[in-house]
């Protein structure tokens, strides 16, 4: 329904470019009102999610301060941190990998199980288009979280980043959300063909957790699975 009350006065953009262009943005922000509404509308489930972030910086804040009092670890020494900025400079950017790969996956599969994925299909809307428009509201989302992440661990945890450039982050972010991406696509395509098991999904979401350096340094690693866990940094 929010859809439809969306494309009302599609003509009267024009028939240009520019009209094209605008048509395709309102398709997009119908796509994040809908998901959003449908996020906010389930209360309960929205909260969790923050006391979620809220225990996950606490976890790995003990485990930190177990690595401080037993004398620090010299893998951190190359990053100019504790381990508890390190773990959460990890959680925050493995926030938008699952968002790309995971959730664009489990939305799939959603939309499969309510039988409602040859309808959406049937929209006037490039296939490539309509499955970026479905992950717009959960990158918008998990930006929040992310700042979540940060503000929890900044006001109660005492996080510290002296030498953090964010602006650099914030463009290794932008260009990694588009790589998230297609591996989200070809997940999402691997499913809708074999219905369960997928493994991109697999490999990606475990192995990915577990050698791209999200928890703790690679250095860590002998040194034949560091050369293999560069095809993951």
Known sequence: ????NCTVGYRDFGSGGRGLFLRELLKAWAFIKKDMKISVGYKLQFIFQFFQIFFSVSLVYFIGRMVSDSGGSSHLSRY???YFSFALVGLAVNSYFRTGLVRMTSYIRQIMNQGTLEAMCACPMRYSWLMLCSTLWQFLFDTVRV???FLCGYFLFGLRLPEANW??????VVLSAPIFL?????????????KRGDPINWIFSSLGALLAGMMFPVSV???WLQRVSFFFL
Not at 1 to 4: A, E, G, K, L, R
Not at 167 to 172: P, S
């Open 147 to 149: 700042f979540f992440y």
């Open 221 to 223: 690693f002998p040194g």
């Open 167 to 172: 602006l650099l982050a914030v463009l290794v």
């Open 80 to 82: 100019g941190s504790d």
């Open 1 to 4: 329904m929010q859809m439809t």
């Open 182 to 194: 297609m591996f989200g696509l070809l997940s999402s395509s691997i499913l809708v063909v074999v």
